[in-house]
């Protein structure tokens, strides 16, 4: 297993290197990294960036946002936020094992005298609150795990920065943001550093991966890294261009939100965009092509669905076929 420990808190650089490792160093079995960013919102692959920010407030507080590959929902990095990569051989198509992946996480918690443990679909918790989530991405051969691991973040910021819809908080009969979330620091019975903490599970790596050695980039890597960097932080990359529509749907599931803008003409789907933080195996835009030209009338889209090239399932993970056709239905 090779291993990247950033030495800078650039958001749009340290998403690019991983991006890289995950996607161009295809000949590394195994990465392992570590990386703190500056006040920046990592939003989902999937998400309307305008939907899930409090724009003033962002803007008046120099807060970056930032893309990543993964699903998922937006996430609140500072300083004081670690975060881990996993990539790792897919063993698995259609596995989502987020649990596994958050093993060296609890195991370095546990040596700290903090019992944490994996809770619902991607979080990990200590005493019922959260501290870190976690998202994936695949490629066809390939897996990529990561999450953001809640040190001594600046709550106060983070719940004014992020715009967590209200059916998240009513389904989790919580009455706020913070009241959700805690910061591993307060916890803990010893002092404790950001910078301490992420040696603490460095050291829980090279403990379990006594193979663990340092990935040395070439001028070419840097070179590359750079100017995907660039495209990282690109309004084009963060934001896009927002798309015509006239019908928008906004559901909540127990896997996460899905809204859908479809654009149409006398019933038939000239254009279908789907935002939110669901997971799944195959990019969404890929079925967003294959539906163009479809008839929004409740047979003509089951028919649809039957003859499409992969499952609803690998694009939503946890949708059923019925419900999909019901997402579509104006």
């Known amino acids: 297993m090779k291993y990247f420990i ?3 808190n650039d958001t749009a650089y340290n998403v690019a290197l991983e991006d890289y490792a995950f996607n161009n160093l295809t ?3 195994e990465i392992f990294m570590l990386w ?14 305008l939907a899930e920010i409090n724009s003033d407030f962002v803007k008046e ?3 970056r946002v930032i893309r990543r590959i993964s699903g998922g929902g937006a996430v609140y990095h500072d300083l004081n936020n670690l975060n881990y990569t996993l990539i790792a051989p897919r063993q698995n198509e259609n596995a989502f094992d987020f649990k596994a992946f958050s093993q060296p996480v609890i195991r370095t918690l546990a040596k700290l005298g903090i019992s944490a443990t994996f809770s619902g679909r991607n979080d990990i918790e200590i005493d019922g609150q959260k501290f870190c989530g976690n998202a994936q991405a ?6 990529l795990h990561h999450g953001c691991l809640m040190f001594d973040v ?3 910021v983070l719940s004014n920065a992020l715009n967590v819809k209200e059916n998240k908080i009513v389904s989790k009969g919580i009455k706020s943001v913070r009241s959700r979330v805690t910061n591993i620091k307060q916890h803990l019975t010893q002092e404790m550093t950001v910078d301490d903490f992420k040696q603490a599970l460095f050291d829980e790596m090279k403990t379990t991966r006594p193979d663990l050695e340092p990935y040395i980039l070439s001028e070419a890597d840097q070179e590359a890294i750079r100017k995907l960097a660039i495209k990282k932080a690109s309004w084009d990359w963060n934001y896009g261009k927002a798309p015509a529509y006239d019908l928008r749907k906004d559901l909540k599931y127990s896997f996460g939100n899905i809204e859908v803008l479809l654009e149409t003409s006398n019933s038939i789907l000239k254009q279908v965009t789907f935002y939110g933080d669901f997971f799944g195996i195959r990019d969404v835009a890929e079925l967003a092509e294959e539906l163009k030209g479809l008839t929004l009338e409740e047979s003509a889209i089951k028919t649809k669905i039957e003859s499409l090239t992969h499952p609803v399932s690998d694009y939503f993970s946890g949708l059923t076929n019925q419900e999909f056709c019901e997402l579509l239905l104006p």
Do not use: F, H, L, M
Request: hydrophobic share 30%.
């Open 6 to 8: 950033s030495e800078t």
């Open 61 to 63: 507080n120099n807060i």
């Open 36 to 49: 703190i960013n500056e006040p920046s919102i990592i939003i989902g692959k999937n998400q309307n960036a």
């Open 138 to 143: 695949y490629s066809k051969d390939r897996i």
């Open 27 to 29: 000949d590394v079995d």
């Open 154 to 156: 600046d709550v106060s």
